[in-house]
């Protein structure tokens, strides 16, 4: 029993637990010097201005939403952030791309991050969007196989550069 | 010489123009039948109504920009939208990505894309972006070569749904 919805303030420290519980992202803040805390009571109190700052950017602009499955149990299950594009291309459309994808360590493997994908792609529809995308680091590549079993091509490079 | 600047409604003929010259989108709306008219006049007659909603959404939203480049002789010589998302990850920081970056035919091979790439990503720099994105089909292995020239790295995937 999952409940989808927008996530709220209070949500924020259970989602930075998930943003940081992750390997790529814990082995790509080692590499910038600047190790994030083990998910626990810590990440709580790092919740500091420029994520406040974020969260509520994300929460005023009509383009974006911060997104939480919660369990039976109110407690937030997976997360990820959707942001909606409008666009010249494919009769002014809007497409949806869709960012930070997580799932809590103790519920992977039950089905949790594809109804939090689905849902996604159903609230896309709802708004008009013709297209969804989002890019996954070629070291997953079980997310490329869960993407694909979801109905993506991996038709596309996805180019990063940091700045 | 090459300025840089956001688009206005009346570069809106000229960006769908440079949209539209392009062998992926045109096999794109063929197969989903409705080619797309020729780069001409009639181009500029086929600006409906979802396209000036489009184009007003860009302009009203903080987190989009359409760009131009435009030539000595006032014309649009090249094209790419800009989305600022807010994020929870990176410690708050922004990323851009860029979307939909077209050349006009008779400039290509002469640096206007590099100039418009390196301006975008200054753009990002200066509003405090930790990280520019963006996806190329698989298809352009030219326009790979291109971004990783500029620092990128073909990292990821990226996979699209048609919804």
């Known amino acids: 029993m999952l409940t989808f919805r927008t996530a709220t303030r209070a949500d924020g420290p259970a989602i930075l ?10 082995a790509r803040a080692a590499a910038a010097g600047s190790p994030l805390p ?12 420029a994520l406040w700052a974020a969260y509520e950017a994300i929460d005023a602009d009509p383009c974006n939403e911060l997104i939480v499955a919660e369990a039976a149990d109110r407690t937030v299950a ?11 291309s494919r009769g002014g459309a809007e497409r949806l791309t869709i960012e930070a994808v997580r799932v809590r360590g103790d519920l992977r493997g039950q089905g949790v991050g594809r109804s939090l994908i689905r849902w996604c792609l159903d609230r896309a529809r709802e708004r008009g969007c013709r297209l969804a995308q989002l890019t996954t680091d070629k070291q997953r590549t079980d997310a490329r ?10 038709s596309h490079e996805g180019l990063k550069l940091p700045l």
């Open 38 to 49: 083990e998910p626990s009571a810590a990440v709580a109190e790092s919740v500091d201005a």
């Open 145 to 154: 196989r869960f993407y694909e079993s979801l109905g993506f091509t991996a």
């Open 78 to 88: 997976a997360t990820c952030q959707l942001t909606f594009t409008p666009s010249l």
């Open 17 to 26: 637990a998930l943003l940081a519980d992750d390997d790529i992202t814990r």
